[in-house]
């Protein structure tokens, strides 16, 4: 199973970015799926959760700024950012609890993070 994260870039204050993330490889089902992310010198911190039945939370930090989303049926998670500032400078990573098929066909529990993507916000 790999989660596979794009959309970073370099954006200037109260600008907007779309980070998305895709799990491929034998997946049975996916749990939460979590959006994380890094600063320079900070320990990584969870941004936001969605559930598989799309409830959702939010890091007091970006709520009303950032919206987590997900399509069961492509095994994918999204996060809208608006009004970004220079504080949300970080690598972004996604992560979900994973069940999937090893090689025996059975199935096996993963906590699966994608390799993250780098958020510049400055002007």
């Known amino acids: 199973v790999q989660l596979q994260a794009s959309g970073g870039g370099l954006v200037g204050p109260g600008g907007s970015l779309r980070l998305s993330c895709a799990a491929s490889?034998?997946?049975?089902?996916?749990?939460?799926m979590d959006w994380y992310r890094q600063a320079p010198g900070k320990q990584r911190e969870l941004v936001a959760r969605i559930t598989s039945g799309g409830s959702s939370v939010y890091a007091d930090s970006v709520k009303g700024r950032f919206t987590i989303s997900r399509d069961n049926a492509k095994n994918t998670v999204s996060l809208q950012m608006n009004s970004l500032k220079t504080e949300d400078t970080a690598v972004y990573y996604c992560s979900a609890d994973v069940l999937y098929y090893n090689d025996g066909g059975e199935p096996v529990a993963l906590r699966a993070w994608g390799q993250g993507t780098l958020v510049t916000v400055s002007s």
């Open positions: 490889g034998r997946v049975a089902s996916i749990n939460a």
